[in-house]
Structure formats: C-alpha cells, structure tokens
Nanobody, 123 residues
Framework: QVQLVESGGGLVQARGSLKLSCAAS????????MGWYRQAPGKQRELVAA???????NYADSVKGRFIISRDNAKNTVYLQMNSLKPEDTAAYYC?????????????????WGQGTQVTVSS
C-alpha cells in the first residue's frame, strides 16, 4: 500500500506565507510526477502546481510568482511554498503523485491522493 501524508496547512493572514509538505510511503519503486491541487467550497478541484521527477515545473496562472513547488526525491516528499497569500487561495489542498509500486506480478503505476490539508487566508 502507498500513503501520501500532507502537513503544513492552517490559518494565515493575507500576504502571509505557508509551506505544505507531502510525504509518500509504502512499497514504492519510483515516483514520477507529483503535484498539488486545491478545492474551494462549491468549486471543482484544480491543479495548483506540478513537478516531474526531473524537476520540471508548471503552475496555475493564479499562483505564478507566488508559489514554489519542489521535491526531495530521497525523502519521497513534495513541498509547496506559498507566499503572498490571498483570501482566494483559501481551499483544501491535496497532494497527488504518480507512483510505481513493486507488486508480485510486476511493476504497477497508479495515481495516489493525500487526505487534504486546509489552508485558510483571512483578509
């Protein structure tokens, strides 16, 4: 089994910063892309930022210049540094990872989600 465990959410004032972490554990053979999504009440889940195993990144237009995604491959962990936060960044943030696991029948690649961490930005 694979687990993604997020941490770092909380309540922050506008223009403040938070750093989210997401650690993957389990029978992991390799981790490909990792990313952060968010979902605000009444809205669809949207991609915030993603990073490949080689370090290439992409960001939603709404967070470019404010958020930075990074990863530590040795720790199977992805981070999201969020700066200059705005009230509209308030949402539940979810970690996602494409992980290859070693099963009895061979290698299997699947997508996994974390449980989510709440970020609330007050004005």
């Amino acid at each position: 089994q694979v687990q993604l465990v997020e941490s770092g959410g909380g309540l922050v004032q506008a223009r403040g910063s938070l750093k989210l972490s997401c650690a993957a554990s389990g029978r992991i053979f390799s981790i490909n892309a990792m990313g952060w999504y968010r979902q605000a009440p009444g809205k669809q889940r949207e991609l915030v930022a993603a990073i490949t195993s080689g370090g290439s990144t992409n960001y939603a237009d709404s967070v470019k210049g404010r958020f930075i995604i990074s990863r530590d491959n040795a720790k199977n962990t992805v981070y999201l540094q969020m700066n200059s936060l705005k009230p509209e960044d308030t949402a539940a943030y979810y970690c996602n990872a494409e992980i290859t696991t070693a099963q009895a029948m061979g290698l299997t690649r699947s997508g996994y989600w974390g449980q989510g961490t709440q970020v609330t930005v007050s004005s």
